[in-house]
T-cell receptor, first 113, second 113 residues
């Protein structure tokens, strides 16, 4: 167990809908990262927050957004969902601002039908 | 940006053999190189990492070597066991709060009893 928690574990929804994925980092970690993992893709970095502020952006679609709250938990919002958004979504956390020593949560499996 | 190439994409070995997975990176400023193990449907687990100020690091049956001049690093697993079967990802990043982990595409390691 990495200490990073994610909810829900599974999510099934229809195209066009909006969902929110939640992540709680390890105690003491200030950085949260979101990744998307599809069947034919590796780990695609989406976005990073450090102590409440956006730090880095990767291949995140405009339909997706995220935020980190004062208690350091983070939420990833996915809207106008398409079939191709079906994937495993992982969050990771690290103690520092840089990308060192990231520990991953168990992931949320999103299925869009 | 950084580009990480990983080879081979699949690797089959007999129990007790050694396994080697190689990665190359493009950005000479990268200085942190972690390796993650991901079992089917599970989270990526950080198994070992190396920073650019050392050339080799060992942890029991696993070791990582780094050649900064050639910009490549490798994961070595000795005395492989069936439970080592998983997908292994290498990654690289720079020492900046605005940098991100760039992952290789992964290597599926199959250890046959």
């Amino acid at each position: 167990d990495s200490g990073v928690t994610q909810t829900p574990k599974h999510l099934i929804t229809a195209t066009g809908q909006r969902v929110t994925l939640r992540c709680s980092p390890r105690s003491g970690d200030l950085s949260v990262y979101w990744y998307q993992q599809s069947l034919d893709q590796g780990l695609q970095f989406l976005i990073q927050y450090y102590n409440g502020e956006e730090r880095a952006k990767g291949n995140i679609l405009e339909r997706f957004s995220a935020q980190q709250f004062p208690d350091l938990h983070s939420e990833l919002n996915l809207s106008s969902l398409e079939l191709g958004d079906s994937a495993l979504y992982f969050c990771a956390s690290s103690e520092v601002e840089s990308s060192y020593e990231q520990y991953f949560g168990p992931g949320t499996r999103l299925t869009v039908t | 940006g950084e580009n990480v190439e990983q080879h081979p994409s699949t690797l089959s070995v007999q129990e007790g053999d050694s396994a080697v997975i190689k990665c190359t990176y493009s950005d000479s400023a990268s200085n942190y190189f972690p390796w993650y193990k991901q079992e089917l449907g599970k989270r990526p687990q950080l198994i070992i990492d190396i920073r650019s100020n050392v050339g080799e690091k060992k942890d029991q049956r696993i070791a990582v070597t780094l050649n900064k001049t050639a910009k490549h690093f490798s994961l070595h697993i000795t005395e492989t066991q069936p439970e080592d079967s998983a997908v292994y990802f290498c990654a690289a990043t720079q020492p900046s709060g605005y940098s991100t982990l760039t992952f290789g595409k992964g290597t599926m390691l199959l250890v046959s009893p």
